[in-house]
């Protein structure tokens, strides 16, 4: 069972990344919803040549549109919640290197930021690149390049280490 202050917390946080978006208008969810899911890499399909998202936020678009979106909170925050790989550490081979990438979204000072942390345990055991940015992809690009940064430094990998 959902307590007030989960529920508070959740609508906080949609209502942040939903708002963060200077398109943002509550009578038009698709707006900001289709181009958020092509991002994702999801499906979106169209009918009368309207973008619909396949993502089940028809019933909160007259809890939105009346004002009391307190009912489609939880479906909204399930649904974002699904899009991402929330703190995953995935698996990358570079050039025979096996590596991880991890990344991990949060909120902070009312914006939502994206912590991204790379390794390669098996040639660069230690170090590890790190960094936090607005955008997704850019988190993890210069976590990478934290880690490369890093790595080359101390001399532990080269160029030639890159010539796969």
Avoid at 84 to 98: A, L, Q
Avoid at 137 to 153: H, P, Q
Wanted: hydrophobic share 40%; proline share 4%; net charge positive.
């Amino acid at each position: 069972m959902l307590t007030s202050s989960t529920i508070l917390i959740s609508s906080l946080v949609v209502f942040l990344a939903l708002s963060a978006s200077a398109d943002w208008n509550f009578g038009d969810l698709t707006k900001v919803v289709v181009p958020f899911l092509q991002q994702q890499g999801q499906k979106t399909s169209s009918n009368d040549n309207v973008p619909k998202p396949k993502f089940p936020i028809q019933a909160c678009v007259g809890s939105v549109a009346s004002g009391n979106y307190m009912p489609c909170i939880g479906q909204l925050a399930h649904q974002i919640w699904k899009l991402h790989n929330w703190s995953e550490d995935t698996p990358i081979n570079i050039c025979g290197m096996n590596c991880v990438g991890n990344i991990k979204g949060r909120l902070s000072s009312w914006k939502w930021k994206w912590d991204g942390k790379f390794r390669c345990d098996e040639k660069a055991p230690g170090i590890e690149g790190r960094d936090t940015k607005l955008s997704r992809n850019g988190a993890m690009e210069w976590a990478i390049k934290d880690f490369l940064n890093k790595a080359f430094s101390r001399g532990i990998i080269s160029a030639k280490d890159f010539q796969c």
